[in-house]
């Protein structure tokens, strides 16, 4: 990907460049790139906002599970998730769900690959699954609650 400096037209023949940002020293990807990468990201995840707003309407068509600690778990968690720690999910633990439900799985939050985890065990054992971006950080910081216990 070659970078190209921007430039300003002062209305003389001569073009004068423009510093370059560290956001623009690396030029854009092409649009038609961004848009299957986008679309991507979409297949793979999901945020707290939609979770949320899915689990409001009476729409949830998914599992939310939380790959955290006990401990974590028992401080607060999303009321309607199921406690599943990335680390005990088989085939055995699943049985009673469906091969085609569809998980959405959180963690602690951007800092924590425990969601990362889960998804990877999850894709595979053959099951359909979505990482919730942001975590219990990013539900709290939406002004969701958590509830304890």
């Keep these: 990907m070659q970078t190209q400096p921007a430039t300003e037209h002062d209305g003389s023949a ?10 623009s020293a690396i030029a854009a990807a092409e ?9 991507s990201l979409l297949a793979f995840e999901t945020d707290c906002w939609d ?7 009476g729409d949830q068509d998914f599992v939310l599970l939380d790959v ?4 974590a778990w028992d401080v607060g968690h999303i009321d309607g998730a199921v406690f599943h720690p990335h ?7 699943l049985a009673d769900y469906p091969a085609d439900t569809l998980f959405v ?3 602690a939050g951007p800092h924590c690959n425990g969601a990362d985890k889960a998804a990877l065990r999850l894709a595979e054992l053959g099951r359909p699954v979505k990482k919730m971006i942001g975590g ?3 539900w709290l910081d939406e002004g969701f609650e958590l509830v304890a216990g």
């Design 14 to 23: 001569n073009p004068k460049e423009l510093p370059m940002s560290p956001v």
């Design 87 to 93: 680390s005990e999910l088989t085939e055995e633990r």
């Design 105 to 107: 799985v959180y963690c």
């Design 51 to 57: 979770t949320h707003a899915s689990m409001e309407s």
């Design 136 to 138: 219990a950080t990013g």
């Design 31 to 39: 649009s038609s790139a961004a848009a299957v990468h986008f679309a």
């Design 68 to 71: 955290r600690g006990r401990g």
